[in-house]
């Protein structure tokens, strides 16, 4: 019952940029917060960035410094995350999340409900 699927990782050079996509296929999500996570191996899973569907507000972690944008596509169903100047430390396994409205700080990865299958991304030197 895969609701959110990620695509789009693979390798690039450290400067380059890549652009992730979470698609919702058969169910909108629009009355949910989407978050992208990513973890690295010996690392814990840790917040990249999220969006509430309907409204569009944005938030991203202190490490994005400007480097990436999330976005939505209402009429797909789609999220994006578009990535600029990658750096190696980028390098992780990179999951798309849904929650229902909630109190919950939203870069707590244990508040989401939905979890995609994540998709590598890996930055070379």
């Known amino acids: 019952q895969a609701q959110l699927i990620e695509s789009g990782g693979g390798l690039v050079q450290a400067g380059g940029s890549l652009t992730l996509s979470c698609a919702a296929p058969g169910r909108t999500f629009s009355n949910y917060r989407m978050g992208w996570f990513r973890q690295a191996p010996g690392k814990e899973r840790e917040f990249v960035a999220t969006i509430l569907w309907s409204a569009g507000n944005t938030g991203y972690a202190n490490f994005v410094e400007g480097r990436f944008t999330i976005s939505r596509d209402n009429a797909k169903n789609t999220v994006y995350l578009q990535m600029n100047s990658l750096k190696p430390e980028d390098t992780a396994v990179y999951y798309c999340?849904?929650?229902?409205?909630?109190?919950?700080?939203?870069?707590?990865?244990?508040?989401?409900?939905?979890w995609g299958q994540g998709t590598q991304v890996t930055v070379s030197s």
């Open positions: 999340a849904a929650r229902t409205p909630k109190t919950a700080r939203y870069y707590d990865s244990q508040s989401y409900d939905y």
